[in-house]
Each structure stands twice: as structure tokens, then as C-alpha cells.
């Protein structure tokens, strides 16, 4: 049985960096074609990419938030950490931790996020 | 904003068929995922790669894609298919991944 579980502060100040952990069972985070994307969903907004970290290590980073973010993976651990720099109140925001695959499919490559965990809501306010 | 363009809302009635599409250039090179999610849960996955659906969701729900557009089909809508859609795939560059905007899915 896949789960995931984000934890980290429910509220963070401005300016300061906001550490949320997803902790994951059910999979390895070696487990070949397999990671672990961040994604936020302001209140009433949409759903926003932000990172992922496959089993082999590779990142990618949201364009516009890749100054700001870092993803790391402990995999004897089964966590995946993502650290967020200079917080402001637009970033309050619902956080979740999915898993990723990668799979090729007649002959384009698929990526789609089939387990997610609860949320965590982060309000940024002083 | 994103590269991946949704209609921010459509209605269909009960038992009819309803299709939600996603357009963007990525979708020449990449397949759609679909996500499903309804006030205060999380997104679940409804539909990856060509046209596969996960254990667990109905047979009503299917994909397909045709040049930039990527398109959900619900034949036969249900009230509990009453949610937000959210499609997401790689962006023009190949090195991201972003959502479209969300359909607002309403089954009247």
C-alpha cells in the first residue's frame, strides 16, 4: 500500500524558509522511473508544479520559483525534503508530496503523479 | 501562467458525455495526465499516458489526444463526477512539468 505524508509548519513568517517533509511506504524512492514531485494549491486557486526528484537522483525546478527552491531525497529514510527560501503571504498555499512515474508508452514518454498525499496547509502571515 | 490552456468551467447533464480538453504544444511530444478533485480532498489520478485508467476508476472515464489537444471524455456523467479537472504534462521545453488552469466540472 503507496502512501505519502507531508509534514512541516502550518505557519511560517515572512521572509523566513519553510522546510516541509514528505514521508513515503508502500515504495522505495530507489525504485527505478519513480520520484517525488512538491505541487501547492492556493486557497480557491490551481494546482501549481513546483519540484520533483527522480530515483536517480535527477531535480527539476518550477521556473519561476527555481531561485527559491531546493528538493533533496533521503532514501533510507523514505523522505523527500523540499526547502522553500523568503516566504511571503502569496504563498500560502495547501502543499502536497506525490509520486511521480515515468513510463514510455507507445513510444511518447508519460509522466502522471498516481498516489498523493493528504496536504499540508502553510499560512505565511507575521 | 501555464502553457497548458483549460476551459475554466463546463456543465453536462446527468447521463450525458462530456469531454474537457487541455491544449498546449508539449502535447505534440508529450501525453496528458488527468486528475479529479473535489472541495477539500486531494487530486486523484483519473487517466495517464495514451488512454489507461488506475484500478478503481469507472470505465466512463477515457483519453485520447489529436495534435496540441489533449481531451478527458466522461460518457455517461454521474453527480459524483462533479469536480475539478486538472490536466498536466511536460511544458515546451521538456524540462518541467506544469498544470492547466482546472475545468470546473458541473453535472446538472
Known amino acids: 500500500q503507496v502512501t505519502l505524508k507531508e509534514s512541516g509548519p502550518v505557519l511560517v513568517k515572512p521572509t523566513e524558509t519553510l522546510t516541509l517533509t514528505c514521508t513515503v511506504s508502500g515504495f522505495s524512492l530507489s525504485n527505478a522511473r519513480m520520484g517525488v514531485s512538491w505541487i501547492r494549491q492556493p486557497p480557491g486557486k490551481a494546482l501549481e508544479w513546483l519540484a520533483h526528484?527522480?530515483?536517480?537522483?535527477?531535480?527539476s525546478y518550477s521556473t519561476s520559483l527555481k531561485s527559491r527552491l531546493t528538493i533533496s531525497k533521503d532514501t533510507s529514510k523514505s523522505q523527500v525534503v523540499l526547502t522553500m527560501t523568503n516566504m511571503d503571504p502569496v504563498d500560502t498555499a495547501t502543499y502536497y508530496c506525490?509520486?511521480?512515474?515515468?513510463?514510455?508508452?507507445?513510444?511518447?514518454?508519460?509522466?502522471?503523479?498516481?498516489?498523493w498525499g493528504q496536504g499540508t496547509l502553510v499560512t505565511v502571515s507575521s | 501562467s501555464s502553457e497548458l490552456t483549460q476551459d475554466p468551467a463546463v456543465s453536462v447533464a446527468l447521463g450525458q458525455t462530456v469531454r474537457i480538453t487541455c491544449q498546449g504544444d508539449s502535447l505534440r511530444s508529450y501525453y496528458a495526465s488527468w486528475y479529479q478533485q473535489k472541495p477539500g480532498q486531494a487530486p486523484i489520478l483519473v487517466i495517464y499516458?495514451?488512454?489507461n485508467r488506475p484500478s478503481g476508476i469507472p470505465d466512463r472515464f477515457s483519453g485520447s489526444s489529436s495534435g496540441n489537444t489533449a481531451s478527458l471524455t466522461i460518457t455517461g456523467a454521474q453527480a459524483e463526477d462533479e469536480a475539478d479537472y486538472y490536466c498536466n504534462s511536460r511544458d515546451s521545453s521538456g524540462n518541467h512539468l506544469e498544470f492547466g488552469g482546472g475545468t470546473k466540472l458541473t453535472v446538472l
Open positions: 526528484i527522480f530515483w536517480n537522483d535527477e531535480k
Open positions: 506525490a509520486r511521480i512515474a515515468s513510463r514510455f508508452i507507445a513510444g511518447r514518454q508519460a509522466y502522471y503523479f498516481d498516489y
Open positions: 499516458g495514451k488512454n
